[in-house]
């Protein structure tokens, strides 16, 4: 045993030096880290249920009870508390920027799942933090960083995040309401119930209603700012009925609507636009699950995802309409071939559908089908060997196979360390290969090629004493034909071109640690590294924040909860941020009256900082995209 444990020091040891080494001897600092935990189950690594300290990958988890201890308002603010990822907000939800744009370790060819489905759209290949479920619908989220295309195709290239919404026939009956207000005249209500009988029948019902005023920001002169046009009005409903069949079997269906609405302050040349954007989703989805307890496990889903927006505008040259709809269906069986030895099979096809008459003269399909495999073997005692493989064929771009293989030993119940490579691929989007506007420039490229690279991931999660866990990973990703668009100064045009090559790179350290049964504390860093090649030889991308820093502290006895979150970045480019760091402090109070009621306080960026999180300045020096200024709400939630 003894041996054991020097041989698992010594790896982990090496792997966190290894990343001092390196990336340049940077020090690791603070992020507003999940409890670690290595015997939670988690299923979107292996699209099966497996504990973390068996699954080669960097993997986080955020659960229905830290949602509760936090009072997030929606699924972009919970996101925002995992290690590695990176939720880039405009401040102003109604805008087209205003979709909160997901990022896996610097990375945004990100896909997002609601219980496996997939999420992204057609026209941009991404998937706003904005359309996901409300939070008081979801039992947990994953989030998978690193490649991801072996088992989830493309959009994968940086990692997975799935949204795993609770089931009404898994909990009791009960109703929760909740109501708060605060800062630039913001309101959130919602309201959710859900019920089950003795025969299994489930249901959940749940109503978010998010809306704000016009907000603050502090200018590049420090001087505190209305932005006019920046308020929004998000209205989000889910149902979602299940029923077990027999002992573990169960078919579901559930509905999904958002709408969201609100003006869009950004103005070509500088704030003060009056245009504004609706948008509005419809999904619907059926499933079966049979064997759910079982080593044998299977399911088959069909789903129809439908989004519409219309951008409104006085100029009659800025107004739009357009849907983008996705339908699809999906099925999976694991076999259980030994103690040793198990095998996920699976197939896939969806169809997106882009409507634009201005945009992308008219309608545009593509569609994709896919087959894919993994088997997991435990080859020798603790040691473990994932192999996947993807076929897709894509109606535009052929076929494409994309293995994957991925090295686990595991050293205790409480610690492992992992290996990983795997081709990605990722196809252009309809808004790369059809967009056209000349009124402003901007053309798509319908001869590109597809992005095709790899990725590599070496990781490792470990307990120190009783109290203290450590996890770390280092990434690497090698992408020829990486899809930009590249302004032309001569002609003032955009177009959507093939980059030569991207390289990526990067580290994250993650530390929780317990003081006792009431207080927490939580640390992390993510470095990030992104260089192109755009025909001149390798240059930084100046859009990327390459240092995230966030720390928190937690205290929760009988009655109070107290969070305290730290966020900073550093190293920013001067050419695309009006600073090249910031920082932020975020507050939370929370009294439980009874076993029924709460009430809480929070306070955002209580430093007041002058930050963006998306890249951009205008002549005058000024951000494209400011964040909100310090705020505060507060709430009161009741459960009947």
């Known amino acids: 045993m003894k041996k054991i444990q020097r041989l698992r020091n010594a790896v982990m040891m090496s792997l966190f030096a290894g990343t001092t080494v390196v990336w340049g001897g940077t020090a690791f600092a603070a992020e507003d880290l999940q409890e670690f935990a290595l015997d939670d189950m988690v299923v979107t690594a292996s699209r099966v249920p497996t504990q973390k300290v068996d699954t080669p990958a960097d993997i986080s988890v955020i659960t229905k009870e830290e949602i509760a201890d936090q ?17 880039l907000g405009s401040g102003a939800k109604g805008s087209s920027m205003g979709q909160d744009k997901i990022l896996l370790n610097g990375d945004e060819r990100v896909l997002v799942l609601v219980d496996g489905r997939r999420m992204n759209l057609g026209s941009s290949g ?70 089950s009988t003795d025969s299994g029948l489930g249901l959940i019902v749940s109503a978010t209603k998010e809306r704000r005023g016009e907000y603050k920001f502090k200018n590049a002169n420090g001087k505190s700012q209305l932005l006019k046009n920046s308020g929004y009005d998000d209205t989000g409903v889910i149902v979602k009925l299940d029923q077990k069949v027999g002992e573990d079997n169960r ?92 095998l996920t099979v699976g197939l896939e096809y969806y169809k997106t559908t882009v409507d634009n008459a201005a945009l992308y003269a008219g309608k545009r399909d593509i569609n994709n089908k896919a087959i894919f495999v993994e088997n997991r073997w435990e080859f020798a005692p603790s040691w473990q060997l994932n192999a996947g493989l993807r076929y897709d064929h894509h109606s535009k771009y052929g076929s494409e196979f994309t293995p994957k293989v991925a090295l686990n030993k595991k050293f205790d119940e409480n610690s492992n360390a992992y290996l990983s490579w795997g081709r990605v691929f990722n196809a252009p989007t309809t808004d790369d290969l059809y967009w056209y506007q000349p009124g402003w420039g ?35 990703s090698d992408i020829d034909d990486a899809i930009g668009w590249l302004y032309d100064s001569t002609t003032y045009q955009s177009k959507a071109v093939n980059i030569n090559k991207e390289k990526r790179r990067g580290l994250e350290v993650s530390l929780n640690h317990d003081f006792d049964d009431n207080l927490s504390a939580y640390a992390s860093y993510t470095y990030v590294q992104v260089k192109q090649d755009k025909g001149k030889g390798f240059t930084k991308d ?33 050419k695309n941020f009006v600073d090249s760091s910031y920082f932020t402090l975020d507050l939370g109070a929370q009294y439980k009256i009874n076993d029924n009621a709460k009430l809480f306080i929070n306070g955002y960026n ?11 300045l205008y002549k005058n020096g000024e951000a494209r995209y400011p964040m909100a200024g310090r705020s505060f709400i507060i709430g009161a939630e009741y459960t009947f």
């Open 71 to 87: 009072n997030y308002a929606s699924a972009s603010d919970a996101l925002r508390a995992i290690p590695g990822v990176n939720v």
């Open 126 to 195: 991404n998937s706003s933090a904005d359309w996901l479920p409300p939070v008081n619908a979801i039992e947990r989220i994953e989030v998978l960083k690193g490649g991801g295309s072996a088992l989830y195709g493309t959009d994968a290239v940086g990692g997975v995040i799935n949204v795993i919404m609770k089931k009404g026939s898994d909990i009791g009956n009960h109703v929760t309401v909740k109501a708060a207000g605060g800062s630039f005249n913001a309101e959130q209500y919602a309201i959710s119930a859900s019920g």
């Open 251 to 342: 078919i579901g269906v559930n509905f999904e609507h958002i709408n969201a609405e609100g003006g869009s302050p950004f103005g070509y040349s500088g704030f003060g636009n009056t245009d504004s954007h609706k948008r509005i989703s419809n999904n619907v989805a059926l499933r079966y699950d049979w064997n759910e307890s079982s080593d044998e496990r299977g399911y088959v889903q069909v789903y129809k995802n439908y989004q519409h927006a219309h951008f409104r505008s006085p100029d009659a040259g800025n107004q739009s309409n357009f849907t983008d709809s996705t339908m699809g269906i999906e099925a999976q069986q694991n076999f259980k071939f030994s103690d040793t030895d198990e």
């Open 442 to 476: 901007m053309f798509g490229n319908p001869d590109l090629k597809a992005e095709k690279g790899n990725v590599w991931t070496l990781g490792g999660n470990t307990k120190l004493g009783d109290k203290t866990t450590l996890s770390g990973s280092i990434f690497y």
């Open 542 to 574: 100046l859009t990327t924040k390459p240092n995230i820093y966030r720390a928190g502290l937690k205290y929760k006895n009988a009655d109070w909860l107290f969070t305290l979150n730290a966020n900073a970045v550093t190293g920013q480019s001067e």
């Open 606 to 616: 209580l430093t007041n900082a002058r930050y963006a999180e998306f890249g951009g």
